[in-house]
């Protein structure tokens, strides 16, 4: 008679036990520190800002700032970049533009739109995702799309707008060529190599998930070019997503991706994968820029399977620590975050949950890692939001934080 109530109790007890991320914000619907009291209302009655139409969607940690994103699905979106600071009072706090409203202000009534009309090169239109890097610069992809899930207007070129994050005043933008963005393009996510002692030297790698292609940008020469590999397409037999009760059926191809190890000629491993797929595979620095070489046929087979990471272990993006050497990525059909050490095959045998919640970890959508060893996740239902609808009554978006070595202590990646 007593057995059934010990066995609820056990199950919470490993249920705490086992919940590494710990929650560091969360919100029901995304509200904006505006910049008067009537700014708010103003935009509300005017359609510029429809609370349930802004979804958090990209993550990023610098100093005392958390960066989110919020792209512009739908019309309504109050500012696109954004950030809030790490000791904020409250579990729900305001977010800030940045790097001010002026830039996150559409200059126009979007129905007005016929082509770009950017109030200057600092306005941000709609990113998915950006990177702060070791130069201390925020690395912006700006789609400059608006309305996404509706009456699409392309109003300004994908573009990377770059911002150094000491001054919050813009360093660069650079305008995608046209010839490199196809009508199915999708350019979601941005992936920065860069090193404080050659800052002129960075890199910048782009992941077209739509026309299954990779952009590389060389900050020094100011310039990108188009790569195409068959790895970069989506696997037909892993498009189904079951995630927090909605099912759906994606064709996303390259979209996660990392920087790796430093090899001992100095080299460094590209690792990426596409969105509708369990394989991992990677290339090297080396190759992706060497322009002539990379965009001939003879560099084929420089991209290299890495391994899979079997059933239902699709991944919208991916992580690397150097200290430890652990890859972590999120596992959106498992409402997980997984890891696995570089040092180590690439099978489900060698790979460990390092957090799982059917409740809060619905969709975890992107992730970083910080100066300080520590794992920032954003989750935030995005399924629910594309295809049902979001209760309004319910927490629908979180950011999680843990310390790496805690995370994978226990587990196939522990060093």
């Not at 490993?14 to 995304?30: D, G, N, R, Y």
């Amino acid at each position: 008679m007593h057995l059934l109530p010990l066995c609820f109790t056990f199950v919470l007890v490993v249920l705490i036990v086992e919940a590494k991320l710990k929650e560091k914000f969360s919100w029901k619907q995304m509200e904006f520190d505006w910049p008067n009291p009537g700014a708010e209302q103003k935009a509300i009655k005017s359609g510029r800002y429809v609370v349930e139409n802004n979804l958090p969607l990209g993550v990023e940690r610098w100093q005392n700032k958390l960066f989110i994103t919020i792209p512009r699905w739908k019309s309504g979106v109050a500012a696109s970049l954004n950030y809030v600071e790490l000791d904020s009072e409250g579990q729900s706090p305001k977010l800030k533009p940045y790097p001010s409203w002026e830039s996150n202000t559409l200059p126009l009534n979007p129905t007005d739109y016929t082509g770009s009309l950017l109030k200057d090169n600092s306005t941000v239109i709609s990113p998915f995702r950006v990177q702060a890097d070791a130069c201390d610069r925020l690395w912006v992809l700006d789609t400059g799309v608006i309305d996404l899930l509706g009456d699409t207007k392309q109003i300004a070129p994908n573009a990377i707008i770059i911002f150094d994050l000491k001054t919050d005043k813009l360093i660069r933008r650079y305008e995608l060529p046209k010839n490199q963005v196809k009508d199915e393009s999708f350019l979601a996510n941005i992936v920065v190599d860069s090193d404080r002692s050659e800052c002129d030297k960075a890199y910048a790698y782009l992941p077209d998930l739509g026309a299954y292609t990779l952009i590389v940008y060389s900050f020094h020469d100011n310039r990108s070019y188009q790569i195409a590999h068959h790895y970069f397409h989506f696997d037909p037999l892993q498009g189904d997503f079951n995630v927090g009760g909605v099912n759906f059926q994606w064709t996303d191809g390259i979209f996660g991706m990392t920087i790796g190890p430093t090899n001992p000629d100095h080299s460094k491993d590209i690792y990426f994968h596409p969105l509708a797929s369990t394989k991992e595979f990677k290339v090297s620095d080396y190759v992706l820029r060497n322009e002539s070489y990379v965009t001939s046929k003879d560099s084929f087979f420089e991209f290299k399977l890495v391994g899979d990471r079997g059933m239902n272990g699709q991944s919208t993006a991916e992580v690397y620590d150097k200290e430890t050497g652990v890859i972590f990525y999120t596992q959106v059909n498992k409402d997980a975050i997984a890891c696995w050490n570089v040092k180590r095959p690439y099978n489900p045998d060698t790979q460990d949950l390092v957090d799982s919640n059917s409740q809060t970890l619905i969709f975890p959508n992107d992730m970083k890692i910080d100066a300080g060893g520590n794992l920032w996740v954003l989750s935030d239902k995005m399924p629910t939001y594309i295809y049902e609808t979001l209760d309004p009554e319910k927490i629908n978006f979180r950011v999680f934080t843990g310390k790496i070595r805690d995370l994978i202590k226990g587990t196939n990646c522990e060093v």
